[in-house]
Antibody, heavy 121, light 110 residues
Framework: QLQLQESGPGLVKPSETLSLSCSVS??????????WGWIRQPPGKGLEWIGT???????FYNPSLKSRVIIFLDTSKNQFSLRLSSVTAADTAVYYC?????????????WGQGTLVTVSS | QSALTQPPSASGSPGQSVTISCTGS?????????VSWYQQHPGKAPKLMIY???KRPSGVPDRFSGSKSGNTASLTVSGLQAEDEADYYC??????????FGGGTEVTVL
């Protein structure tokens, strides 16, 4: 059974860079057909797709966040990571990592439990 | 890109059915059969309930069904049970390697 677990600082200062990692167990992030995404949810609000990275390393980002987002794989640790730069209070949210089978068009079938990141000085 | 439009709330009595709509455009819901639905209980991660418009993952009760007509997708929960009370989100592929979500619908079991 595939399991995902987010980790990273719960508090980030405005203008700094948010960094999160997602550890995957029960499968390899390099498996053909498995792609990995980040989704966030501000408190009391809906879900927002941040971006997806393919097992091959190709990346796709939400156009509204593209200038500030990097997603990359760390195959040695079987994890993938998110970096969001120049954060503001509007980036305060629960951040989820999830898997997408086959392509970025597909559903998110396995999710991490989520981690709350607060942007505040 | 704009979020998909969902009603903020829906409700039904135990045993009844409730249907949630998810309206987009020809560039997302209407253009692709990649609509998915997620159930989210308070403080929990979303759970996939429907994918590719009408397919159910293993383990999801057949009380949950999905459909699409034009630019609007729908999720129907039949035989409502107390544990179905949750927030529900739709999502669609929006072309050009983009994914968009709906604003969410809070389902209340009366």
């Amino acid at each position: 059974q595939l399991q995902l677990q987010e980790s990273g600082p719960g508090l980030v200062k405005p203008s700094e860079t948010l960094s999160l990692s997602c550890s995957v167990s029960g499968g390899s992030i390099s498996s053909s057909g498995s792609n990995w995404g980040w989704i966030r949810q501000p408190p009391g609000k809906g879900l927002e797709w941040i971006g997806t990275i393919y097992y091959s390393g190709s990346t796709f980002y939400n156009p509204s966040l593209k200038s500030r987002v990097i997603i990359f794989l760390d195959t040695s640790k079987n994890q993938f990571s998110l970096r969001l730069s120049s954060v503001t209070a509007a980036d305060t949210a629960v951040y989820y990592c999830a898997r997408q089978p086959t392509s970025v068009a597909r559903e998110f079938d396995y999710w991490g439990q989520g981690t709350l990141v607060t942007v505040s000085s | 890109q704009s979020a998909l439009t969902q009603p903020p709330s829906a409700s039904g009595s135990p045993g009844q059915s409730v249907t949630i709509s998810c309206t987009g455009s020809s560039g997302d819901v209407g253009g692709y059969n990649y609509v998915s639905w997620y159930q989210q209980h308070p403080g929990k991660a979303p759970k996939l309930m429907i994918y590719e418009v009408s397919k159910r993952p293993s383990g999801v009760p057949d009380r949950f069904s999905g459909s699409k007509s034009g630019n609007t997708a729908s999720l129907t929960v039949s035989g409502l049970q107390a544990e179905d009370e949750a927030d529900y989100y739709c999502s669609s592929y929006a072309g050009r390697n983009n994914v968009i979500f709906g604003g969410g619908t809070e389902v209340t079991v009366l």
